[in-house]
């Protein structure tokens, strides 16, 4: 079974974007391979200059899934900033996009594989290819882990959220939904 490439899903979202009448861009702002850097004092969601590799350290998402992330690339997407993890064979792994309005979280929210995820942010939802959108009072954001969790255990919120998808797919959501709960903590 082919498994999706982040930057597939990046250009799935830049997509959605498009139709949704915003202008995508992507700005190289360098690598990390060292843990993050502070997160902005004011962590609101809608800074659209944030450094979202900033949000969680290598370690911390390593801890989570089933593979260590060497480095991090930071990029924006439909003006929405976002970050890229990768492991030590150069594959994206994770990836975070902190949108800095709630329309595409809305907007992913009513396409037909969207079903509602609990334990996590004021609101949220599972998506396609292994996604979790989150709506806090601080703003929304996706996570995607093309990975499972660590240690391999499911959440009664992921089996309740993903009920007739296959164990790999949802794996990946359970990693994903970690990812999300740590982001959601740190906005």
């Not at 360098?30 to 609101?44: D, F, R, V």
Request: charged content about 20%; some cysteine.
């Amino acid at each position: 079974m082919s498994v999706p490439t982040m930057r597939g899903v990046a250009s799935a979202l830049a997509a959605l974007v498009f139709l949704a009448g915003c202008s995508d861009k992507h700005v190289d702002e360098g690598t990390t391979a060292g843990g993050a850097s502070p997160a902005p004092a004011n962590g609101a969601a809608s800074n659209d200059t944030r450094n979202v590799c900033s949000l969680v350290s290598n370690a911390e998402l390593s801890a989570l899934i089933d593979k260590e992330l060497v480095k991090s690339q930071s990029f924006m997407t439909g003006g929405d900033p976002a970050c890229m993890w990768y492991d030590g064979e150069n594959f994206d792994t994770v990836q975070l996009i902190v949108y800095r309005t709630g329309d595409l979280y809305e907007i992913a929210k009513t396409l037909p594989n969207s079903k509602p995820l609990a334990g996590v942010g004021d609101e949220a939802f599972i998506g396609s290819n292994g996604t979790v959108q989150v709506k806090t009072a601080k703003g929304s954001f996706m996570a995607q882990s093309v990975r499972p969790s660590k240690d391999g255990q499911i959440s009664a919120e992921v089996q309740a959220a993903a009920t007739g998808m296959s164990g790999e797919k949802i794996a990946e959501y359970e990693g994903s939904f970690r990812i999300a709960k740590l982001v959601a903590a740190k906005l």
